[in-house]
Every structure is written in C-alpha cells, then in structure tokens.
C-alpha cells in the first residue's frame, strides 16, 4: 500500500493530480503523527497554524486507515456545517480520486436540518382545502422540494427564509416512523441508512457529544447504533471549542415548561391520532383497561405542582439575575422550595414507570411505533424527574455545578452542568475510542497542552497520547505587524469612560491609516456600540454587530467593501474569512477575558481557588490567550495576505501573563517603538 509520505511528497499522488496541490512540510509532517496514531491506537493532539493543510493532513490518513481496515469506522466532526460541508463535498471526492480510495463516505446532520415532507405536504394540502395562495417564497420552496437530493436547510437556495424550512423541519417527538407515507423518500433515514453503510461519517461536534451522552446513560456500547451508528475512530477538528460544547451537551437540564411540552405530547389531541391523543389512541394497546385515564388525572395534578414549584422558584429568585450558582447557603434559606421539588419529581418518575410499564410489550403492527413513541415520552419524564431530584437534594459540588439561567421560553431553567468536562469525556468517550486526533490551530498555550488536555479528556490518557505542533508556513516576520503601543491605557471596572474615550481616539486614528479594511474587535457590547455611536460620522462605511443582522449579512457587507470597517463581539473572534485586503487591520479592544461572574466560571474558578490553585492563571489567562490566538488568526489567511494586529489593552505589555500571551502568539514583526502618537504612521507604512 502506498505511505503517507508519498502521497504528500513532491511528484506524489497529490501532486499528480490536485491542480493547486503545493507541498508544505508541516502538512506531511501532521500527516505522518495521524498515520501513526491510528495504527497504534493512540490518540493525538495538534495544532496546526493556518496554511498547513490541516484537513488533508487528517482526511489521507483517515481513508487509508478505513480502506485498509474493514472493522472501523470513522467519525470527523467538526464545530461548523460549513466545515462539515466543505470536506463531504470537495476535500474527501478530490482524496479519493487522487488515491484512486473506494471508500464509502456519509454526511449526517442534526434531525432538525431535515425537512419533513409529511408535515410540509399536510400544511400544503391545508392551505389547498382552505383555498389560500401560496406565498413566492412557498412556491419557490416546493420547487426545491421536488428538486434537493438532500432535504438539508443548508442547501436550501437563496430566497427562502430558515425560519420558513424549519415550521417543517422533522422532530422525533412527531415522528411516525415507517408508519409515515413518506417513510420510502424521508432524508433524514435516508441519511441515516447511508450512514450505517459508510466507513467514514462526517458529521459536527454537537451530535458526536449528544452520541457520547446517550450511550453513556443507556449504558451501550460503542459498537452499537445509537445516535450516530457504532464507531472506534474519532478526529475532532476545530478542537478548541470542546469545553464549552462539552459543558452544553454534558448538562441535565429541568424546567417545567420542558416538563409541560412532554405532558403535552401526552394529552394534546392530534389529527394523526384521529382528532384524540396518543393517550385515548393507544387505550387498546393498555395492559389495563381505563390506564390512560388515570394517567391523565395524574398529568392534571403534576401540572398544578409544577406550576407551585415555579412559583416558589420565581419567588427565591426574585430581584436576582436568572443565572444564579446555587451555594450551599442558599439551599439551606429556600427550605420550602427545595421540599416542594420533591412532589413534582416522585409524580413525573411515576408517571414514567407507569408509561414505560403500561402498554403491550407486544404491540400489533399498526400501533407499534405509537407504543414505541409513548415509551420514550416517559422515559423522558424520568430523566426530567432524576434531574431535578438531584438538584433539590444536590451534594455532589465537586462534579456537578448547580445554576439556573433563562430558558428559551423565558422561564427559568436548573441546571447541572460537569465540574470538569476531561473527566467526564474521559470516561464516556475518550477511553473508549481505539484513537482519537484533537486538531485545530489554536490548543496550546506558550507551546504546552496541558490546559487542552486537562478539559478534553486526554489528561487522564497520558499513556498513549501524541503531541505535534506545527507552524504556520507563512512570512509572519514578513506580512504581519503586531502593535503593542507601550503607553496604551489600561481599562477599569471601576470608571470606564476613560478607556472609551481613548479607545475612539485610538480607533479613528488606526483606521484612517488603514483606509478602512477593518475588523475592531470588542469583549463588551457597550463599549462597542458607544464607540460606534462616536465614530459613525468621520469612519466611512462603517458596519456594526446588532441583535437584528444576522452574521452572515455583516461579512457579506463587509466583503464586498474593501475599505468598510466592521464592529463586532465575540461571535466574530473566529470563523472570520475575508482573504486580501478585504480585511487589513484587526484591532483587539481588550483583553478577551471570560467575564468571571458567569455561574460556571464563578464555580470553576471557586474550585481550583479551594484547592490552593490560581483560577486566573491557570483558566482565565490560558482561555483568554486561545481567544486571542483566534483574533490574530482573521489575518493572515493566505500566502499573500499582509495586515495589522493593534491590540489596545495596556495590560498585555505591563502584566506578566502579557508575557505567556504574547509568546503563545505566532512569530510576527513587533516593533519595540510603538507609541499611541505613531501608530497611524507605523500602520500606513508597513501596509502601503
């Protein structure tokens, strides 16, 4: 079988056939560090600085490692569709191609990417009994449907809102199953079958982390189907996002409003039930007769203990924030509102014994997949029921955290979220993988893994783990400039007008050098909107991130104006793409620094400090260097890209963590002499 090596090297496989194919060392190098992990079973951790290739350098071994063995299977999840788009569609075909690879490949996204064409044609065919006209954009999307290969919103063509696609996007809480009359032409199995094929399975950070989550809790095993179908093999690009997903997907969340939208499930009267419930549709199916009108006398009563135990909660929280850590001393002044979870909780867990319990085992043919459906509402109730037992009667602070925060309905949310996400992936992913490759461009710290590794899960498989750093092949020295004005001020909590105003002063003079061409980067909405309501007059084409615009209407705007400027928060510290002098000039407000108030900061923070550890530099320094690594990483995209870095915050100079910061960063231009009264000349020379 043909190596790695010479696939990558010059006049190799690549070579021969990909038209824009230039060899890079590090890409070969990377390549080689996978390779050898996936055939010793070892997992692996590397950056990869932009321009090395990162995406070849996995995918090549990969497919190798698929053809060569029959019993793997392989996940590549990524954090964006984009991402994930771009390898299904163009990076994988062109490997497979070069390689001459059979190896069957599969995209899978989220259920609710997925139209569901039975809800789509039972609105359509309303709309018709109603004699109501379609809408151009109801037109233009029946078109696509009769036309898409995928049903995915994201190859949805221009002109029709998401919002439209996902009134009927498919949902498991309405799905009938192979009982639907559209069950032979449903993408959402029809991807799913595909996936069970193929060898290798693209799919996002999110479902792999919801796959790990319920195979733990259902206790299967990893050679099983569950969410995704059963795998050995996992690379996780764009790794540096894992905490926070982890943390979200890792969660158990209670509400009562996700309580209620379960009970409605369970007594809502539905057309496909007949103009009944699935509870009076099912009655034939109990194993008692008159089963499911107790069930709804309980519902009734659990509603109104729900609606007290929100009550209460509103109450213990009234003139707080939503998003309150629950200590220990607030358990212990809310007596009444922790004895009144109880009540709710013992009532949902019975009422999901007795639904799991209560129907035919054996179910005829025509019901089955309603019986199967009813069950998992129950088991669902349980799980709610389990949650908010262990919140009311909580004791476990060094594992889980205990917060609340606004749901999406508006109410409020208890939630329990992992103490420390490595200990928690450890055990329901990392560990059970053969292999698993951590890569992204931005996961170590001063040239150390150790804050990545602690919180991804590899800190406890230290045994077999490999390391690669590899550098961007690009002129930094050359094409970039970092600014770091020695007498730039320092902000403060205490009295912020200050820094505002030096900011302004600082951004009209820096962008006037530039001649536009520039992303300003804020960590406070505030600030930033202040300094845009200063400056909108004397910066021409200026942009600015708000609540109404979406993310991808912004970066078209800005690209398309090569001299615009753009405002924005942290959504736009990465994923920025705007090649040329598109983008020339980034300029980083302050210091990215998590704000320290949030509960699960608070609690982590708390928790190293307990254990005689400094919460600042060993969490908020090393997660605010990574987020100024993705700042500086807008830049510089490709060989030819030349541009600015001006970070104003005084502290990255005058602290020493400005120190670990700096020497994390890539191995740019600093000039020594960089004073606020020369930045705009220093900018304008080194660009033009």
């Known amino acids: 079988m043909i190596s790695v090596e010479d696939i990558f090297s010059p006049g190799g496989a690549l070579d021969k056939t990909l038209s824009d194919y230039s060899f890079r060392e590090g890409q070969l190098e990377m390549a080689m560090l996978v390779d050898d992990a996936l055939r010793e079973n070892k997992h692996a951790i590397i950056e990869a600085g932009t321009g090395t290739g990162k995406s070849y350098a996995y995918l090549v071994p990969v497919l190798l490692s698929s053809f060569m063995n029959e019993s793997r299977r392989f996940i590549i999840a990524t954090s964006t569709i984009t991402l994930q788009k771009q390898l299904y569609d163009k990076d994988i075909p ?20 997925y139209l569901c064409m039975r809800r789509f044609s039972e609105a359509r065919n309303e ?20 036309e898409t290969e995928s049903g995915v919103v994201q190859d949805m063509p221009d002109g029709i809102p998401a919002s439209f696609f996902y009134s009927y996007a498919c949902d498991d809480k309405d799905c009938l199953g192979y009982r639907c009359p559209f069950a032979n032409q449903c993408w959402y199995y029809s991807a799913r079958r595909k996936a069970q094929r193929a060898k290798v399975i693209v799919t996002n950070h999110h479902l792999l982390l919801l796959d790990a989550k319920n195979r733990y809790e259902s206790e299967l095993d990893y050679s099983e ?32 409003y ?44 659990l509603r109104t203990m729900l609606n007290q135990f929100d009550s209460l909660l509103k109450t213990s929280l009234s003139g707080k924030d939503m998003e309150v850590l629950f200590t220990p001393e607030f358990y212990r002044a809310n007596r009444d509102l922790v004895l009144a979870g109880e009540g709710p909780a013992e009532e949902m867990a019975n009422i999901g014994v007795s639904i799991t319990g209560g129907y035919n085992d054996n179910p005829s043919e025509s019901n089955e ?80 893994f150790e804050y990545f590794e602690k919180r991804s899960g590899l800190w406890e498989e230290q045994e077999r783990v490999e390391k690669g750093i590899f550098p961007s092949p690009f002129e930094f020295r050359k094409n970039l400039m970092l600014l770091l004005p020695r007498d730039a001020a320092v902000f403060s909590n205490e009295n912020t007008e200050p820094y505002t105003e030096y900011v302004t002063s600082a951004l009209k003079a820096a962008i006037e050098s530039s001649g536009g061409g520039a992303l300003v980067l804020f960590t406070s909405k505030k600030m930033m909107k202040e300094a845009y309501i200063r400056l909108r007059e004397t910066i021409p084409s200026l942009l600015v991130q708000d ?3 979406p993310r991808s209407v912004l970066l078209d705007a800005f690209r398309k104006n090569k001299d615009s400027s753009l405002f924005a928060v942290s959504s736009f510290w990465e994923g920025v793409d705007a090649p040329g002098d598109t983008l020339r000039l980034v300029i980083i407000v302050k210091l990215p620094f998590t704000v320290p108030s949030t509960p699960v900061v608070k609690a982590r923070s708390e928790e190293l400090e307990r254990n005689g550890r400094s919460s600042f530099m060993e969490m908020t320094v090393p997660d605010a260097t990574l987020k100024l690594k ?30 670990i910061m700096i020497s994390s960063l890539p191995d740019c231009y600093i000039p020594e ?3 606020l009264s020369n930045i705009g000349e220093k900018i304008e020379r080194f660009l033009y």
């Open 94 to 113: 062109a490997i497979k191609k070069a390689l001459g690879l059979e190896v069957e490949t599969a995209i899978l996204y989220g259920r609710s990417n």
């Open 127 to 146: 709309k018709s009994l109603l004699k109501e006209a379609r809408s151009e954009e109801e037109i233009l999307f029946e078109k696509w449907t009769t």
């Open 225 to 256: 189907d569950a969410v995704l179908p059963g795998y050995s093999v996992v690379v996780m690009d764009e790794a540096h996002h894992i905490e926070a997903e982890a943390t979200d997907v890792l969660s158990r969340i209670f509400s009562s």
């Open 258 to 301: 996700r309580a209620n939208r379960i009970l409605d499930y369970l007594t809502h009267k539905e057309s496909r039930f007949g103009s009944s419930s699935i509870l009076d549709f099912l009655a034939t199916e109990e194993k008692e007769r008159g089963f499911g009108k107790q069930l709804k006398d309980k519902i009734a009563h």
């Open 369 to 448: 997949v309603f019986v199967d459906l009813i069950k998992r509402y129950g088991q669902s109730l349980m799980l709610l029921s389990d949650t908010l037992r262990d919140w009311i009667r909580f004791s476990s602070w060094d594992d889980e955290i205990p917060y609340s925060e606004e749901g999406p309905d508006g109410s409020i949310e208890l939630h329990l979220a992992p103490m420390n996400t490595g200990k928690v992936l450890s055990r329901v992913l990392v560990s059970q993988m053969e292999s698993m490759i951590f890569s992204s461009a931005t996961l170590s710290i001063n040239g150390s």
């Open 547 to 549: 609540d109404r615009t």
């Open 630 to 659: 993705q700042g500086l990483g807008r830049l510089i995209r490709t060989e030819t890209d030349r541009g600015v870095v001006l970070i104003l915050d005084g502290r990255i100079t005058r602290k020493g963590y400005g120190r």
């Open 673 to 675: 002499d960089s004073m």
